[in-house]
């Protein structure tokens, strides 16, 4: 398919394009076959300039030329993910029917491409309300691109609170972290605290940092579910240091640890 007048030598995918809802979507259910299939929509649309005019047909043909037989499961995978991608929005599904394909996000990116462009002719098939002006849509995909995905704005706002308000780690207490018995979102971080701070009052810390280091060890290979990670840890610490204090027997810290875990 050659290039028409209207058509873009090259257009912007946003670099957190997986974090939409509706690539999220068409993912889910298509896999890369299906967002191969839009980013081919997506070409073949901009190679022509802001619509195609084709049907489903013609379309998913256009698709398999372009990703091939082998790749593709069923003779009507292509035209059922055709319609899935009206289905939601990445295409408008009433000019679909009309064998037009197009959408406001594509129209939007068609603008953005071809901001320097005068004089364009949008009337045809246009979806864009009629007060938005080029250059407001582009400060608002601008925006868009800008905006951060769900998942990194939480991640940062609990990194921000952890700096801000979350007890600060005794070093045995990031040896959990390190270890993954425990995360560092960990409301008993504290409680770790505490009960490391109690315990070096008593044991010599090379034996504490041997125990932990064990415990968590014994944590991960372990098949037993552990539904209260601080009690679990709080008592086989506690009760196995006892026991070594009292012991002076030949019996290893490994076979202690076991004798008392297994009882």
């Known amino acids: 398919m050659s290039k028409s007048s209207l058509g873009l030598d090259f257009f912007n995918l946003d670099v957190n394009i997986f974090s939409d809802a509706k690539i999220i979507k068409l993912m889910h259910r298509y896999?890369?076959?299906g967002f191969m299939s839009y980013l081919l929509?997506?070409?073949?649309?901009?190679m022509n300039g802001y619509y195609l005019e084709a049907s489903t047909t013609d379309l998913s043909y256009i698709l398999l030329n372009g990703i091939g037989g082998k790749y593709i499961n069923g003779k009507n995978k292509l035209q059922e993910i055709i319609l899935y991608l009206a289905y939601i929005d990445l295409i408008d599904k009433d000019l679909l029917n009309q064998n037009i394909i197009t959408s406001k996000g594509i129209q939007k990116r068609f603008l953005v491409a071809t901001r320097s462009r005068k004089n364009q002719d949008l009337s045809k098939y246009w979806l864009i309300d009629e007060p938005e002006t080029p250059n407001e849509i582009i400060e608002e995909v601008k925006k868009d691109q800008q905006k951060k995905p769900k998942k990194q704005k939480i991640q940062e706002r609990r990194i921000k609170d952890i700096n801000e308000h979350a007890?600060?780690?005794?070093y045995?207490?990031?040896?959990?972290?390190?270890?993954?018995?425990?995360?560092?979102?960990s409301l008993?971080?504290?409680?770790?605290?505490?009960?490391?701070?109690?315990?070096?009052?008593?044991?010599?810390?090379?034996?504490?940092?041997r125990a932990v280091r064990y415990l968590c060890n014994y944590a991960s290979r372990s098949n037993t579910k552990i539904d209260d990670r601080y009690k679990f840890f709080e008592t086989s610490i506690t009760n196995n240091l006892e026991i070594l204090t009292k012991q002076h027997s030949n019996t290893s810290l490994e076979d202690l640890f076991k004798s008392l875990l297994n009882s």
């Open 31 to 33: 896999g890369p076959l």
């Open 41 to 46: 929509v997506l070409t073949n649309v901009f």
């Open 167 to 170: 007890p600060k780690k005794h």
């Open 172 to 185: 045995l207490t990031s040896c959990l972290i390190e270890y993954r018995y425990i995360n560092e979102y």
């Open 188 to 209: 008993d971080i504290y409680k770790y605290n505490e009960l490391f701070e109690d315990l070096l009052h008593s044991y010599d810390g090379d034996l504490l940092y």
